[in-house]
């Protein structure tokens, strides 16, 4: 891929949460209190929405730095290796003293699931670790998954307006509220994010109401460029006067969709930070977003550009550069 000759060490800093996924799947029956059941397969994995991001965005060219808190526990040390095996910078990340790694384990029966989610050292990260000269070295800030990290959701704007006094770009997908309070000084907050990267479930959830256009309305005076992602039907940008509609590849070989929306945003910040179009960035993000689900998990599918070039090619006939 091309990219602009750089002035800054990093293309992108990610602030965000760190687990592992451990997913057992195919379970004799859905669990049962006082029983043993057994499982078919197990899978053991990077978890994280912030992490999907980062190493995806990298695999497609992006430098990437990162900026999260984990145990000094074996999950600890997968998490670096996996996030250096693609090229992720992780001498920024913190080893809590206190804390194990954050983990989420997901009881796969049928259709349904059930997780459980220890966040440990998750919780920890605060935004005056994500020091001025992490920000001074790179050209972006993104940050997701704020309901999950309590320690850093009451600094978000000063981070999001520090960003900007050094001249980042930011971007921020706010995920589920697992509380559904949803509660968060929007109005604040929204003007420092440059690129806002919900679903829309979310979007409606954080303008509180049940609509979507009327959602949309009430966001966009704080709002700079909204991206609503909607699954299977694709994507709406709105940025000004300007509504892009980008629909969704189809995708005949489905495996799971666990992580389309960070792959989207992968794909769309990567295009973002080179200056690109809105539609080029919406069309780059649903094209990841269909090859995410072409695989297990979020990451799979994303081990090499090589192979996401020819994914994009064969499954979705979109060249990329
Ligand atoms: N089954 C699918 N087939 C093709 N493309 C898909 C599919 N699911 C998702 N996508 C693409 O990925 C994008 C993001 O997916 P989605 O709308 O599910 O995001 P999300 O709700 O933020 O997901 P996540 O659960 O990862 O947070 C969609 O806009 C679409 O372009
Ligand atoms: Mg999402």
Redesign the pocket.
């Known amino acids: 891929m091309n990219y602009i000759v750089q002035q800054k060490k990093f293309d992108v800093l990610v602030a965000g949460e760190l687990n592992i996924d451990l997913i057992l799947d195919r379970l004799d029956q859905f669990p049962v209190i006082g029983k043993e059941i057994m499982a078919g397969e197990m899978i053991y994995t990077l978890g994280s929405?912030s992490a999907i991001f980062a190493s995806n965005l990298s695999t497609l060219g992006g430098s990437v730095n990162y900026c999260g808190c984990i145990g000094n526990d074996n999950f600890g040390d997968k998490i670096l290796n996996d996030l250096a095996v693609k090229n992720v910078n992780t001498s920024n990340i913190i080893r809590s003293k206190t804390s194990g790694t954050g983990i989420t384990v997901a009881f796969n029966f049928e259709q349904d699931r059930a997780m459980v989610t220890y966040p440990g050292a998750m919780n920890e990260l605060e935004q005056n670790h994500i020091t001025d000269d992490m920000l001074k070295q790179a050209q972006h800030l993104h940050v997701s998954s704020i309901f999950l990290q309590h320690g850093l959701k009451p600094g978000l704007i000063d981070l999001f307006k520090r960003g900007k006094q050094f001249g980042l770009t930011t971007s921020l997908?706010p995920?589920w509220d697992p509380a559904e309070k949803w509660d968060c000084d929007w109005k604040n907050l929204l003007p420092y994010v440059d690129v806002f990267l919900p679903?829309i479930e979310e979007l409606k959830n954080i303008a509180q109401k049940t609509n979507f256009a009327d959602a949309v309305n009430a966001l966009r005076n704080s709002a700079n460029l909204i991206v609503a992602?909607?699954?299977?039907e694709?994507?709406t940008a709105y940025y000004k006067n300007e509504i892009v509609e980008?629909a969704?590849?189809?995708?005949h070989d489905?495996v799971d969709?666990?992580?389309?929306?960070?792959?989207?945003n992968a794909g769309f910040i990567s295009r973002f930070i080179q200056k690109k179009s809105l539609k080029e960035c919406a069309e780059l993000?649903?094209v990841c977003?269909?090859i995410?689900?072409t695989q297990k998990g979020g990451t799979t599918a994303f081990t090499d550009l090589n192979t996401v070039r020819k994914i994009a090619k064969e499954k979705f006939n979109y060249t990329l550069q």
Do not use: E, M, P
């Open positions: 929405s997908d995920q679903n992602k909607n699954s299977t694709g994507a980008q969704a590849f189809i995708n489905f969709a666990i992580g389309a929306g960070d792959s989207f993000g649903a977003g269909a995410n689900t």
